[in-house]
Every structure is written in structure tokens, then in C-alpha cells.
């Protein structure tokens, strides 16, 4: 009943949003279209914009539509372009819950007043997220951790009881994509049911806040001396599934771009940053920030540390096997040469497409696709694009699709987002290359081959004392082989005797009673 009445309620909204009208345009013609076009002649909504009706129709269903929306305005691949422009306001802000549930959620937590672990506490939050928001407060010193003292922070709550409403609502999140998927001609283009099944994965991992907690320490130790890039720490006495406290970082979104210029802030240097950022934590790394929208992206304005990206909230992150980005590496750099006979190649060899592809047909579909948008600056380039036409190729060539990629797919699609924001000019082909030449320098050249040699000295080291005794007992073992072989064969000759003499016998003894049988018929006949 309560997924029905829930159900009823997703459908009185988007009639009062004016989304009904939308949903009508895509179905096929038929009583269930008819059917919306009678609805839809009341609806108060019908005069908003597209974008905008699908931007309130999310906020007023709540958190867990608000987070879809976010991560469908990453998807400018599959989205057209004011849509994704009015759902990427979702990523502002979302009504925060009540100060005194946050608290009680924050004592719960921590089981203590917030007195006794915090200076000062802001019961009034920061930001607000579609499954968690923000306090800031200041810590006191325990005995413990005396340097905790007078440290400003930064306290992240979940949202409570919201595993209940996220899982009800996927639910029907579920059973609308099979509707849409067989009810509208792009439904299986824009494959429905697999993205709800990505974004399901993902919400699962942000409701654990110390997955995230975890995932923030791990690029931190990464970017830890980075001129570039800051990240929190985390106060790990201090973190619990549903709350995390960390350093309070202080800076200014990236999307305030005005206020950015008015500092001084150099967006052609951020932009390159960026990029270089991005390329590093992928390919040096394998292990990325898959959440990089303008809400989760600051530039500090400190003067010890100005123009640095400030990354905030890892619940979504991205990780990469070696040989995924071996394989990335060097397909980037061979669409950066231009080199599009390697790229059909490297597809074949890895077994991205049928080992009876022909490479030449491959290459000249590559080719047409990537070459208009070479040499041109970012302002007139559109990844998203690009993709899509990749991808229409990826399936006249029947490629494999990479699960392990698509939120790298994604995750470029913002980096494409954030850097035109801050300078159309870039070139940013010529701004990644240099990074990953350097990186297939380091992995697969004579420094890759340094590398290996200094990482396997501590085991060589542990072996090379033994070799000679492993090596006494391989030929030892070898020669008691042999023995065990020459025994054996010595066995089968005997055997084999054996058999030759029972043969003779069996034989003498069928020509003894032949003859005597011969013998008695003989002397039978003379007898009659």
C-alpha cells in the first residue's frame, strides 16, 4: 500500500509540474498516450520550461529524486542541453532537516553532549546534500588529542531514516524504466533500467559515511604535498556510519565565477590544474573523485595556499585495475597522435570487439569521428558529443561495454564541464598529453623497467641467498624423478615379459589340444 499511495503521489506531482506532457511526447501512439493527452489539459505546470519542470518535479519528491537528477545532469551525452543546464541547479542546494534531529543524530553518534567534544557548535547547517549536510564547529582538546584543541571542523550528518525511502523509491524507480524502456522508441537507446542500476550502486555507497571517510584519506595521502590540490583530513575517533567529522575547508565554489575573478584567480592556470589533477589521480593512481560537480569543488583564497581545488564529498569514487589504464593510457595517447590504426588495434587486442574485426573498417570510423575536433579550443568541442558518437560506433562494431568505465565516462564529462567553464580557450588535448606521456614513460619505458627492478629488490633480496639450495633440491628432485621413471620402466619390461611368456604358453597349449583333437577325428574316421 505504501509503494501504491507513493506511486500516486510521484503522479500527482508530475501533473502539477507540468512532466506529464513530456512523458506523453515519448510514448508511442496508443490508449496510454490518449490517456495522458486528457490528463495533461489541466495540468498548471504546462507553461515552464522543459528543464524546469523536471528540476521541480525531482525537488518536490525529495532526496533520493534530487540525487538521481545530479546524477543525470552529469550525463550531457544523453541529455539534451537545457535539461542538463536546469537539473545541474539540484546541485546547490536541498532542504536541510531540523536542527534538533541533527544534533540528537550527532550525540547519538558520538555518545557524549556535543558540549563535550565541541567549542562551539553551528547548529545551522552549511550545506545541505540529497542524503546528508554540514555543520561547522570547533573542537576541544581530550587527553587524547590535545592538538584537537580550538581545531575548526566540519560535521556531516545522514539524513535519518532515509534507507527506507531510498530503497522504496528505486523500487519504483526500477518498474518506471521497464515502463519507459518498452513504452517509448528511445527507451532502449538511453538504457533506463541500467542507469537506476548505477545510480543504485552509488547511493548505496554514499549512505556509509566512513566508506567515505575512507575513500577522503586515501587521496589525501595521495595529494598530501600537492601544490594543487587540498583535501580534509579526517578525525577518525570522531567518525561513525552517519556522522564524520573532518578539517573545515574554507574557500569559494568554483561555479562562483565572478567572485573567483574579483580574488584575482588565474582560470587559465585552474583550468590546466584541473585537467592535470584529474589525469593524475586516473592514471597515477587509479583511484578518482567520480563526483567532481561544482557543489563538491572549491578554490581556496588563503594566502598561503591561493588558487588550490579544494575536493570535498568521496562518497562516489572511481578505481581502476592496472591494466585498465595501461589500456586507457595508451588509447589517449594514440587518439592524441592521431595514430587511429593503434586505437582499432589496441581494441582488438584486448578483446573489446570481435577478434574478426576488420582493422582498417574500424580505423576509418574511429578517424571520422575523432578528427573534426582536433585543434580546436574547448569552447568548440563537446565531449558529450564525442561520446555519443563513439558509442554509436562502439555498437555497429558490436564493442563490449566496460562497466569499470562508466563512471570514468562521467567523471570526464565534468572535468569537460568545469575546465570550459573556466577557459573555452583550452586546448585540452595538448593539456593531458604531456601528463600521460609521462606516466606511459614511467609505467612501460625504461623507467617503468627502473621501477619494477627497486619494487621487486626486497623479494629478490629474500630469494637470491636461497637459489643455491633450491637449486641442489630441483636437481635432486629431479634425479629421484628419474629413479622413480627408471624403476618404473623397469617394471614394464618385466611386464612385459611376463605377457611374451603367457602368450607362448597360451599358444603351445592351443596347438597341443588342436593336434589332439586332429588326432582322435583321425583315428574316429578309420574306426567307421
Not at 584537537?148 to 550528518?157: C, D, G, L, M, T
Request: aromatic content about 10%; hydrophobic content about 45%.
Amino acid at each position: 500500500m505504501r509503494r501504491i499511495a507513493r506511486l500516486c503521489f510521484i503522479f500527482f506531482t508530475a501533473w502539477r509540474y507540468g512532466l506529464l506532457p513530456l512523458l506523453r511526447d515519448v510514448l508511442k501512439p496508443g490508449i496510454g498516450r490518449g490517456c495522458l493527452t486528457v490528463i495533461c489539459w489541466t495540468s498548471p505546470g504546462t507553461k515552464l520550461a522543459r528543464g524546469e519542470r523536471i528540476r521541480l518535479t525531482l525537488e518536490a519528491l525529495g532526496p533520493i529524486f534530487v540525487k538521481f537528477g545530479q546524477v543525470l545532469s552529469t550525463r550531457r551525452d544523453l541529455l539534451p542541453e537545457d535539461i542538463a543546464n536546469e537539473l545541474a541547479k539540484l546541485q546547490d542546494q536541498v532542504p536541510p532537516f531540523s536542527n534538533e534531529e541533527s544534533r540528537r543524530l550527532i550525540e547519538e553518534a558520538l555518545g557524549k553532549p556535543i558540549e563535550e567534544v565541541f567549542l562551539s557548535f553551528d547548529a545551522t547547517p552549511v550545506a545541505s546534500a540529497s542524503v546528508a549536510q554540514v555543520h561547522f564547529g570547533v573542537l576541544r582538546g581530550t587527553e587524547k588529542h590535545p592538538e584537537w584543541s580550538h581545531k575548526p571542523v566540519a560535521i556531516k550528518v545522514l539524513r535519518p531514516g532515509i534507507l527506507p525511502v531510498i530503497e522504496g523509491d528505486l523500487a519504483l524507480m526500477y518498474d518506471l524504466a521497464k515502463v519507459i524502456e518498452k513504452s517509448s522508441e528511445d527507451g532502449r537507446r538511453l538504457k533506463p533500467r541500467e542507469n537506476v542500476a548505477e545510480f543504485d550502486t552509488y547511493l548505496h555507497d554514499e549512505l556509509d559515511l566512513m566508506r567515505e571517510a575512507a575513500n577522503a584519506s586515501q587521496l589525501r595521502r595521495y595529494f598530501v604535498d600537492s601544490k594543487k590540490l587540498m583535501i580534509p583530513e579526517m578525525y577518525w575517533d570522531l567518525c561513525y556510519t552517519n556522522v564524520i567529522v573532518m578539517e573545515r575547508m574554507d574557500g569559494i565554489s568554483i561555479g562562483r565565477t565572478a567572485v573567483l575573478r574579483e580574488a584575482g584567480i588565474d582560470f587559465k592556470k585552474l583550468a590546466a590544474d584541473g585537467v592535470e589533477i584529474f589525469f593524475t589521480q586516473v592514471f597515477e593512481y587509479g583511484f578518482f573523485h567520480a563526483d567532481m560537480h561544482p557543489g563538491n569543488i572549491m578554490i581556496s583564497l588563503e594566502p598561503e595556499t591561493f588558487g588550490r581545488f579544494i575536493s570535498l564529498d568521496f562518497g562516489i569514487v572511481g578505481a581502476l585495475s592496472e591494466s585498465d589504464k595501461n589500456y586507457l593510457a595508451l588509447n589517449f595517447l594514440a587518439f592524441f597522435n592521431r595514430d587511429y590504426r593503434r586505437v582499432a588495434e589496441l581494441h582488438i587486442e584486448s578483446g573489446w570487439v570481435p577478434a574478426d574485426t576488420r582493422v582498417e573498417e574500424l580505423e576509418g570510423a574511429i578517424r571520422s569521428v575523432c578528427e573534426p575536433y582536433f585543434d580546436r579550443p574547448l569552447k568548440e568541442i563537446s565531449l558529450g558529443i564525442v561520446l555519443m558518437r563513439l558509442f554509436q560506433t562502439s555498437r555497429r562494431f558490436k564493442v563490449e561495454i566496460q562497466p569499470q568505465l562508466t563512471l570514468l565516462q562521467k567523471t570526464l564529462l565534468n572535468v569537460e564541464g568545469l575546465a570550459r567553464q573556466l577557459d573555452p580557450d583550452l586546448d585540452l588535448w595538448k593539456t593531458a598529453k604531456p601528463i600521460l606521456e609521462k606516466w606511459v614513460s614511467k609505467q612501460l619505458g625504461w623507467r617503468g623497467l627502473l621501477d619494477g627492478i627497486k619494487e621487486e629488490a626486497p623479494i629478490w633480496a629474500k630469494i637470491l641467498p636461497t637459489l643455491p639450495r633450491l637449486l641442489a633440491d630441483s636437481l635432486a628432485q629431479s634425479r629421484n624423478q628419474l629413479k622413480d621413471q627408471n624403476g618404473e620402466l623397469e617394471v614394464l619390461k618385466a611386464l612385459l615379459l611376463q605377457e611374451r611368456r603367457t602368450h607362448r604358453l597360451i599358444a603351445g597349449a592351443l596347438l597341443f589340444a588342436g593336434g589332439f583333437l586332429a588326432g582322435i577325428l583321425i583315428i574316429s574316421l578309420r574306426i567307421y
